[in-house]
């Protein structure tokens, strides 16, 4: 089974740091491009950074120079290193990628999938 699983959220004061991590996992043949969202309580889901299999990356303004997205193609995992936290960074965090997954006698099949989300909080 194919799946993209998060992990590393948690409660930090604001200025401190935390470290997301997305894995993939099943029968991969590759992974396109991935990306991190957030959605904070009562808003709707934002970009946060993006990353290509190449590793080209774009940031949303809020993010720009506190986040750092990055990904292992060996470990099929990718990350989102958050420094300079702020209260209004808090929300569930999920992970975004376009995997590409044997599907069945020499077939692979490609397609979209999310992780089931991460809670960051950052308290003032």
């Known amino acids: 089974q194919v799946q993209l699983v998060e992990s590393g959220g948690g409660l930090v004061q604001a200025g401190g740091s935390l470290r997301l991590s997305c894995a993939a996992s099943g029968s991969i043949f590759s992974i396109n491009a991935m990306g991190w969202y957030r959605q904070a309580l009562g808003k709707q889901r934002e970009l946060v950074a993006t990353?290509?299999?190449?590793?080209?990356?774009n940031y949303a303004d809020s993010v720009k120079g506190r986040f750092t997205i990055s990904r292992d193609n060996a470990k099929n995992t990718m990350y989102l290193q958050m420094n300079s936290l702020k209260p209004e960074d808090t929300a569930v965090y999920s992970c975004?990628?376009?995997?590409?997954?044997?599907?069945?006698?020499?077939?692979?099949?490609?397609?979209?999938?999310w992780g089931q989300g991460t809670q960051v909080t950052v308290s003032s």
């Open positions: 975004n990628g376009e995997l590409t997954y044997y599907s069945g006698s020499q077939r692979r099949t490609t397609r979209e999938y």
């Open positions: 990353i290509t299999s190449g590793g080209s990356t």
